[in-house]
C-alpha cells in the first residue's frame, strides 16, 4: 500500500490495486497545493468532502476518452445517474450535485456526509459535436483561479 503525507498534517491516505505500478490515484497523489494551504482543523465535515470529491472527480475524468463525460450513479436508494454539471456544499454537513438525469430532466442531489456514497459513471457526451465538459477540472480552476489545464482528448 501506499501511503502519502501532505504538507499542513493533512490526513494519511492510501490505496492498494493488483496493478500496483501502474496505478495513480487520489489516494496515493498529494493534495494540491490550494486545498492544502488551509489545515483541516478549519474546514467543516462538508468542505472537507467536497474538495476531496473534486479531486475524485478530476481523476476519473482523465481516464475519459472525447466521446464521454462524468455522470454520477445513486447507491442505496432509486437508480439512475445524474450527469454532473456542478458540486457544491453548505457547512457544516451537507454536499450538492447538480445536473440532469438519463433523460435529460433537470437534477439536484442533496446528500449528509454521513450517508456520501457516490459511483462514477463514464457516459456518452450529452452534445457529440461539443468538447467534453469536464467539471472536475472546471472547479480546480476556480479554486486556483487559472486555466483548467485540461490535458484529456
Request: aromatic share 8%.
Amino acid at each position: 500500500m501506499v501511503m502519502t503525507r501532505t504538507k499542513n498534517d493533512a490526513p494519511r491516505a492510501g490505496a492498494v490495486h493488483c496493478d500496483e505500478g501502474q496505478v495513480v490515484t487520489v489516494e496515493t497523489t498529494p493534495l494540491p497545493e490550494v486545498m492544502a494551504k488551509r489545515p483541516l482543523a478549519e474546514k467543516s465535515a462538508a468542505e472537507w468532502a467536497y474538495e476531496r470529491l473534486l479531486l475524485y472527480i478530476q481523476r476519473f475524468e482523465q481516464g475519459l476518452d472525447a466521446s464521454q463525460e462524468v455522470a454520477m450513479g445513486f447507491t442505496g436508494g432509486a437508480g439512475g445517474v445524474l450527469q454532473i454539471e456542478g458540486v457544491g456544499f453548505y457547512d457544516p454537513d451537507l454536499v450538492t450535485f447538480y445536473g440532469r438525469d438519463e433523460d435529460g430532466l433537470k437534477t439536484q442531489m442533496i446528500q449528509h456526509v454521513t450517508q456520501l456514497n457516490v459511483i462514477l459513471r463514464a457516459v456518452p457526451k450529452e452534445r457529440p459535436s461539443e468538447p467534453p465538459r469536464r467539471i472536475g477540472f472546471a472547479m480546480m480552476s476556480q479554486w486556483e483561479g487559472g486555466e483548467s489545464g485540461d490535458a484529456s482528448a
